[in-house]
């Protein structure tokens, strides 16, 4: 599929099979993500994204097939092991609404770690620095914070154990364009600077191509994972026209400027 | 659930060589809180203040975090490795100030300013009852006045919903209070030969408090909550908004059909409770006192008369009027979330509940000074 890779995927699923009732929404999907990478999953509505990242992420048992992170089956690995492993972002963010940010950053901190609080407190400001947060939302409720912030501290608190994979689950969605942009500057610096894997559920086009490095495009329940470029020349009648329509092309060239932008050379 | 998994869990050494130090393995946030102490000791002991890094395997930002600080702290870092270059600069280039702390209230200043805001909220409670039922009640007579804008099919769906539905779960707890009462007047009337009189006991608190008072908060519990829930929720997702913006009432939509169909149905489930109750009492004295349906009825009669009845009826439509106005008010005050409807539902059961025992109490001293 891709150009030969010498590295062990850190995830891998093989032969994912889910069902609703009569509805197939998964049909042996295979699927891997390399260590260090950004893959993101795409998909028209109704595609099973969400639920693909969710049995992955072994939050959603499979009708069939397997997944394993480290080469260790998802359901197998103890709740403290996972922490470490797995982070996700979710859709709404998903923050207790009864902590305030930084209590909500430090829980995963205090159930699974000895450090005494001042410590929890200081890498609790460190992941809001991280994510573009100031100091003082710290001890904001989740109520209080809008949208573009929400996804921010739901990323601080998906950071909080500097977990190997994290996933993203339409990490843009609800967001305006540039605090979506500054959503996929966040994620592409996490990538770089704490070397975390990311599996991004998305439908932005944008966010694909601007961040993605790999693209799994969920259609006619199965699944397509090349490289962006390649995919663009796909003969896959959804994908041509999810990648070569109107927003598809002005996504493609936004992305192109937004990447000359943040690394200078393109 | 949870097996033991089979990912290792990390190590951190610390490595002392004469006046060198080195940290091997993971330096991550499990092994930190180790990692901080050991280093600690290691470092007062010596003099020159260097760490080599040359062995550590994975770093995270914890880590780095750390190491931040012991190179505050003067601490020379050493041999750092190139993978983890990225990581400590960008963590040591972080402008990091320290949470901040909500100020903290003395205790007893805590309990005046929450003595304060409860007045406070009571205060503006009441006053939004009142409010409230002013509008459902104009809502109501406008609805009865113009009764094509009546929403007939609305009306009946909430008498099947708050009546028929609620009926097995009435006449049980119904027969239940009755049967509760008759083992007490058995057993407290007995020691003085009046055990007879069990049943006048049983006829007149089923037909002048239990049957109602039952009743109400079953109905307040299980409709009221509903009501607010219900509506809450259409508040929160913006429906109540959609109803306003198309030219629609939400008081004459939502808020009228409930009123109306509890002051229909209370009354008639009050009734219900009131002949389960009679019969939960029979069912207990021909058990107990081996007295016959018909000799049973005879005794009610005697007992009892119409006063008796009317007293409990005659506060049903009270209690629904004010179960169905806390129950669509507290829906109506939901604000934005989803998490706002559970503690609307709650205080609105809390509050009919309170409200029905308190009318209740102020209905006895009446109908007392009344004579009935």
């Known amino acids: ?26 049909d042996g999907i295979d699927l891997e993500v390399l260590p260090g990478e950004i893959l993101g999953i795409a998909g028209g509505s109704g595609s099973g994204k969400s639920v693909l990242l969710k049995t992955l992420a072994g939050l959603h048992r499979p009708n069939g097939g397997e997944v394993r992170i480290q080469g260790t089956p998802v359901e197998r690995i103890d709740n403290a092991a996972k922490a470490v492993l797995l982070g996700v972002l979710f859709q709404q963010g998903a923050l207790f609404s009864s902590l305030s940010v930084a209590q909500n950053i430090m ?14 407190e200081r890498i609790a400001a460190m992941k809001l620095e991280l994510t573009g947060l100031p100091a003082e939302s710290g001890i904001k409720f989740p109520f209080q914070l809008s949208g573009g912030m929400v996804k921010r501290a739901a990323f601080a608190r998906a950071l909080a154990l500097d977990p190997r994979i994290l996933f993203l689950d339409e990490p843009t969605s609800d967001l305006d364009p540039l605090t979506a942009s500054g959503i996929d500057a966040l994620i592409l610096q996490l990538n770089r600077s704490l070397g975390i894997t990311i599996v991004i559920v998305t439908h932005d086009l944008t966010t694909l191509f601007t961040v993605c490095r790999r693209v799994a495009v969920l259609a006619d329940r199965n699944i397509t994972v090349d490289r962006m470029d390649r995919l663009m020349k796909s003969g896959h009648p959804w994908i041509h026209e999810f990648l070569h329509g109107p927003r598809g092309k002005a996504a493609r060239l936004g992305a192109l400027s ?9 | 659930m949870s097996r033991a998994s089979t990912v290792p869990s990390p190590t951190l050494d610390v490595l ?11 330096l991550d946030i499990r092994t930190l809180a180790a990692a ?46 190139e993978e983890h270059k990225a990581l400590l600069d960008l963590v040591c280039g972080l402008d990091l100030k320290p949470l901040p702390k909500a100020p903290p209230v003395a205790r007893w200043r805590e309990v005046v300013i929450g003595l304060g805001k409860g007045a406070d909220t009571a205060w503006h409670d009441t006053l939004d009852v009142i409010a409230f039922i002013g509008q459902a009640a104009s809502a109501t007579l406008h609805a009865l006045a113009r009764p094509q804008d009546l929403k007939l099919a609305s009306v009946s769906r909430q008498v099947a919903d708050t009546g028929i539905n609620a009926l097995p779960i009435i006449g049980l ?7 509760v009462i008759a083992y007490q007047g058995v057993a407290q009337l007995r020691p003085y030969g009046a055990e007879d009189l069990t049943v006048d006991l049983v006829a007149v608190s089923v037909l002048r408090e239990m049957g109602v008072l039952i009743t109400a908060i ?38 009228v059909p409930r009123l109306l169909g509890l002051l229909i149905t209370l009354p008639l489930l009050t009734f219900f409770s009131d002949v389960m109750g009679l019969l939960g009492g029979a069912l207990t004295t021909q058990a107990l006192l081996h007295i016959s349906p018909v000799q049973y009825l005879d005794r009610v009669q005697h007992a009892v008369d119409a006063s008796d009845l009317f007293v409990g009826l005659v506060k049903a439509p009270v209690f629904a009027f004010f179960i169905a106005i806390v129950g669509c008010m507290h829906g109506l005050r939901v604000r934005g979330s ?15 509940v309170f409200l029905v025992i308190v009318l209740d109490a102020l209905f006895s001293i009446l109908f007392e000074e009344m004579g009935l």
């Open chain 1, 1 to 26: 599929m891709t150009a030969a890779v010498p590295r062990q995927p850190i995830l891998s699923a093989r032969g994912i099979v889910n069902r609703f009732g009569r509805q197939e929404l998964h």
């Open chain 1, 107 to 120: 829980l995963p901190m205090r159930h699974h770690t000895r450090l005494p609080v001042p410590q929890q």
């Open chain 1, 258 to 266: 937004a990447r000359r932008q943040s690394h200078g050379t393109g």
């Open chain 2, 16 to 26: 002392a060589d004469g006046e060198r130090l080195a940290l091997a393995g993971a």
């Open chain 2, 36 to 81: 901080e102490n050991h280093l600690k000791q290691q470092l007062r002991q010596r003099k020159s203040r260097s760490l080599d890094l040359r062995s550590l395997s994975s770093l995270d930002s914890p880590g780095a975090l750390f190491l931040r600080a012991l190179r505050e702290q003067g601490v020379k870092l050493t041999g750092v490795r």
């Open chain 2, 173 to 179: 707890m119904a027969v239940m209070i009755s049967v």
């Open chain 2, 218 to 255: 079953l109905v307040a519990g299980r409709s009221g909550s509903a009501f607010t829930a219900e509506i809450g929720v259409m508040k929160a997702r913006d429906e109540i908004d959609a109803l306003k913006v198309m030219g629609m009432d939400p008081m004459q939509m939502l808020v």
């Open chain 2, 338 to 352: 989803a998490g706002s409807v559970g503690h609307e539902t709650t205080r609105a059961v809390v509050k009919t």
